[in-house]
């Protein structure tokens, strides 16, 4: 048999699955990521160290599935869309205050930038049509700007300017192509107007990067899944634990690779029809066009950015897991739900949506639960479909309660916030064009079957469930059983390797009448949070 292998370096850990060619997992490991935190703002990582625990992982992948290293036929890498600054001669170069050269990393959720942010939003130019409008603190062109205002010691020593996924498939075949999913998702390069916009890095001040022709960020740039070089270079296949050689596609970022796990399965109908919904530490949406939409407040449309020929809106919320997890800590009784969660052998989540489960005879009264709670979970701001990275979060109804059944109420409470959220990009792109039939859901918090009964029931949309545990990793393997040519593209490598599980519809009335009066609470909140931030 032929496997393929999916890596996935998310925030906190790299991942690496062993799958067939029918998407069956054989195999999986697993090996922590270390964060650097400073102050509100800076979030730095080492690339060394991701590298090595992708090593780790994908040894105990193999092992796991007990797959000989020459049956591995292709590789494929996700990552979060963070930015990796290398010397010319590949080392890591510090890009924090804290001068050390082994945080290398700006992550994602790094919101350093807010200024070099704004700037470039009052430029008012062109290529920001195809982020929404309105540039995101998360996207590369800010962060590499701060570092040439903050850091210019170390921007003028670069070599190379990576987004995680690229440096991946660099360190894998020592080739520097960059995947259009990336450059085009978080750099601002246009693939049907030109590419990288010479004017636009002039006139917010990274003229450098187009006198050298975009050497450093990308002169390269390949459709997801194509083959990388030739392969795994020597050193890297003996990392990894396979053979030099083996095709390695070009990569995806981790929610887009979620995307390719999902969207096109058995029985589901077009792409387009479908919209992604990875639910992790954030959330990201992705709807899938057959012609460009210009959808204010939500990124794209990007070409061949998740599937090739295609365009793509991209939005979600950047603290989504995350936000449930503040919204936790924050409560008085979240020790006492630690403890009797690990007593039970549960997450704390598991445990508190099993304890709002037996006060209600199905999962469509879950919104009993939330009581006069009211939550706007933007802890790190809207990332669409307001496009707003200042706002924060609001939480409304609350009393003096502070035990155990107060905090299973601002649970789900807070999971109602999520899927208000979500409801308000899937109505932005129906109101310009982009409507879908499914919502299909992958990423670790959307997994329990009520948490994506509540989304049906927030929504108002069908949510569908992949067959597999492990969408992401299997979108990542995908590339690889596409650089190798078991199918013919990937969007045949989609419909050959992934199915479905089942489906959630909106429980209908009276709980549609519940949610639609909330929804409008939810809007008020957050329009009011939205005014006060810097009044």
Known sequence: MRYFLGVDVGTGSARAGVFDAEGQLHGSGVSDVTIYRQGADIVEQSSDQIWSAVCTATQAALKA????????????????????????????????????????????????AMAETEMINATGHPVLAYVGGTISPEMQSPKLLWLKRHKPEVFAKVGQFFDLTDFLTWKATGADARSSCTVTCKWTYVARSGGWDDGFFRQIGLEELADEGFRRIGAKIVDPGSPVSNGLTFEAAAALGIVAGTPVGAGLIDAHAGGVGTVGAQGLGPPVQNMAYVFGTSSCTMTTTAEPVFVPGVWGPYHSAMLPGMWLNEGGQSAAGAAIDRLIAMHPAAAEAAALAVAADQSVPNFLMARALAKVSVPGELVHVAGDLHVVPEFLGNRAPHADPRTRAVIAGLDMDI?????????????????????????????????????????????????????????????????????????????????????????????????????????????????????????????????????
């Open 65 to 112: 599935a007990a797959v000989a290293p020459h049956d591995v036929a292709g590789v494929g890498f996700d990552a979060t869309c963070s930015l990796v600054v290398l010397d010319e001669s590949g080392a890591p170069l510090a890009v924090g205050p804290s001068e050390d050269p082994s945080r290398n990393i700006i992550v994602w959720m790094d919101h350093r």
């Open 403 to 535: 035990s155990l059944d107060s905090l299973i109420s601002l649970y789900v409470a807070g999971l109602c916030g999520l899927g208000y959220g979500l409801r308000q990009i899937i109505e932005a792109q129906a109101k310009h064009g982009a409507t879908i039939s499914n919502i299909v859901v992958s990423g670790g918090a959307s997994r329990h079957e009520a948490v994506r009964q509540l989304l049906a029931d927030t929504t108002g949309v069908s949510i569908v469930g992949p067959e597999t545990e492990e969408p992401v990793l299997l979108g990542a393997a995908m590339l690889g059983a596409c650089a190798a040519r078991q199918h013919a593209s990937l969007s045949e490598c989609m419909t050959a390797m992934s199915r479905v599980s089942a489906a959630y519809a909106p429980s209908g009335d009276p709980v549609t009448g519940i949610h639609e009066k909330r929804y409008g609470i939810y809007q008020s909140l957050q329009e009011i949070a939205r005014t006060a931030v810097g009044s």
